[in-house]
Nanobody, 117 residues
Framework: QVQLVESGGGLVQPGGSLRLSCAGS?????????MGWYRQAPGKQRELVAS???????NYVDSVKGRFTISRDYAKNTLNLQMNSLKPEDTAVYYC??????????WGQGTQVTVSS
């Protein structure tokens, strides 16, 4: 069974940066899957904010374009999200999972990102 573990969140001031990482257990190899980073803010639905296909094609929701970068670390078998120029509206719990809704694994606990002065 696949287990996803997200890390790297924290409290940061507006304009700051964070780098999130996602590791998986259960013999999952991220590089062969279409992967995504999701976030869920209080009172809102979970949304896909960044994705990367097995062929390295990336896509971002408009609100994070130019600020977030999704990538893979093949050696470590992790999925990463570099977040720059953070805004208070980026505050949410961030999760990684498969990019496609029909192929989601069980959700991990996520990592909290709080952007506040």
């Amino acid at each position: 069974q696949v287990q996803l573990v997200e890390s790297g969140g924290g409290l940061v001031q507006p304009g700051g940066s964070l780098r999130l990482s996602c590791a998986g257990s259960g013999n999952i190899i991220f590089s062969i899957h279409d992967m995504g980073w999701y976030r869920q803010a209080p009172g809102k639905q979970r949304e896909l904010v960044a994705s990367i296909t097995s062929r390295h094609s990336t896509n971002y929701v408009d609100s994070v374009k130019g600020r977030f970068t999704i990538s893979r670390d093949y050696a470590k078998n992790t999925l990463n999200l570099q977040m720059n120029s953070l805004k208070p509206e980026d505050t949410a719990v961030y999760y990684c999972n498969h990019m496609r809704a029909t192929m989601l694994w069980s959700w991990g606990q996520g990592t909290q990102v709080t952007v506040s002065s």
